[in-house]
């Protein structure tokens, strides 16, 4: 018998935007307590040859008009209503399907033996009338939509595997360690439950900017139990940075290290053995860079431009994934007082605001920035500029770095509800933290978030 090839892992994270729509939908289109049926139609990621990743792009709950018979031993679709779906979203836009379907009781659900037949025959269906051969992913929920079990079917109908499912932020499992091992580094955070310093362990993060903000936000998030990490930036260390880049040193500017490489040091640190980070020294419209980036579970910019920003953010809305905005600016007043601010944005998940319709940053300048940043680049690289631009104290950044960190640890333990983004703005010397109220952010038919 051959060895047969170990198969990647399979997630399907649903955006939590998106699951509060769909299970309020889901929800509504029942009158008492029969199943309901709902699909979600996603997008194939190959992350790696070990992680695959399905990511919702649309999703449909029938009303009850679409259904021939609906009751609590089951359901049938109207044909016509039916044949639309798969043209749409299958033959049109070459989506794979998830089939979710309710179970009338309460509890951890299991798939019947009506769910294999009928889901069989359903998978080979799709395979066999679909040039792109969508595959079959299935969920059957409890009646309370709080307990649910997945799985992805082969195209001939003939098996099926377990995958992963998530409808928080991260697709990280929740389950704590069975306690084997006792770090005392973290004996400080127990506090905050050993399920979300193992989610930290787990977490991979992409970091874009590892200068005066990304710096301190890796020396934070790393000393929280962050370990992996992917780092992007193209620039190298040089004098003007150190009076704001921790640990870094007269040597490391006069050997211009390049920053991803003083950060990955700042990480090995902290963790002799145990951390992967893998140190991109490029820019992140390189598109290895983006690659990388596409695989985080997180992503982080702490740049000093929007053209940056916005790359980042249609990453980020491409392939689902968390982002974090962290940034300061100091203006000196013609009366020589500075006023100075930083900024934290966390776009929502699955949909609602974004960078761009937020406006947190202007596309206008995002565009004459990568045109004048090529210039100044090559510029700087053979020596005709130096490298002072605007205003930067450590002080400042480890304000704006350590705000983003407590969100971050917040988004995984659940202390503060992030799920329709946040935008916050500090003032200093008035003191003052700046909310934005998410409710305004969005603009309707976004051309980058579609909101
Ligand atoms: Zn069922
Ligand atoms: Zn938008």
Redesign the pocket.
């Known amino acids: 018998m051959n060895n047969p090839k170990k198969s990647p892992q399979i997630f399907l994270h649903i955006p939590p935007q998106v699951w509060h729509q769909f299970s309020h939908a889901m929800m509504n289109a029942r009158t008492t307590n029969e199943?309901v049926i709902g699909f979600l139609f996603c997008k194939r990621h190959q992350v790696s040859k070990q992680k695959v990743r399905y990511l919702p792009q649309s999703w449909v709950v029938p009303s009850p008009d679409c259904y021939e018979r609906q009751s609590a031993s089951g359901l049938v679709m109207k044909q016509q209503f039916h044949q639309y779906l798969l043209q749409t979203f299958l033959e049109k836009e070459k989506l794979d399907v998830v089939h979710i379907?309710t179970?009338a009781e309460r509890g951890q659900p299991e798939?019947?033996g009506?769910?294999d037949l009928y889901e069989s025959e359903y998978a080979r269906f799709l395979s066999s009338n679909f040039k792109k051969k969508p595959r079959l992913i299935s969920g059957?929920f409890d009646e309370t939509l709080q307990h649910s079990q997945f799985r992805i079917w082969d195209r001939k109908g003939k098996s099926f595997e377990r995958i992963n499912y998530s409808q928080s932020w991260f697709e990280l499992s929740q389950e704590a360690n069975s306690g084997n091992e006792t770090n005392l580094m973290f004996a400080r955070q127990q506090a905050f439950g050993e399920g979300v310093q193992k989610q930290l362990g787990e977490l991979t993060v992409a970091l874009i900017g590892c200068g005066g903000i990304g710096a301190i936000f890796a020396e934070l998030l790393g000393r929280l139990g962050v370990k992996k990490w992917i780092l992007i930036d193209r620039d190298r260390l040089e004098s003007v940075n150190l009076n704001r880049l921790p640990a870094a040193t007269q040597d490391m500017a006069t050997q211009q290290w390049y920053k991803v490489h003083y950060v990955k040091h700042l990480i090995k640190r902290i963790y002799a053995t145990g951390s992967c980070v893998k140190a991109i020294p490029a820019s992140i419209t390189d598109e290895s860079a983006k690659q990388a980036v596409a695989a985080a579970d997180l992503i982080v910019v702490a740049t000093d431009n929007h053209s940056s920003r916005q790359v980042a953010q249609e990453l980020a809305l491409a392939y689902m994934r968390p982002l974090v905005c962290l940034g300061t600016h100091i203006d000196i007043k013609p009366d020589n007082t500075p006023r100075m601010y930083c900024r934290v944005t966390v776009p929502p998940l699955g949909g609602g605001w974004c960078l761009m319709c937020g406006n947190i940053i202007n596309l206008h300048r995002a565009a004459l920035e990568s045109a004048a940043d090529e210039i100044n680049h090559l510029a700087t690289r053979v020596g005709y500029v130096e490298g002072i631009s605007d205003p930067a104290v450590f002080w400042l950044n480890s304000l704006c770095a350590s705000t983003g960190v407590g969100i971050i640890h917040s988004m995984l333990s659940g202390f503060l509800d992030v799920d329709n983004g946040l935008d916050w703005i500090y003032e200093f010397p008035e003191s003052n933290w700046l909310k934005t109220n998410p409710d305004y952010l969005g603009t309707c038919g976004c051309y980058f978030c579609g909101s």
Do not use: P
């Open positions: 199943e379907h179970h798939f019947s009506v769910d059957v």
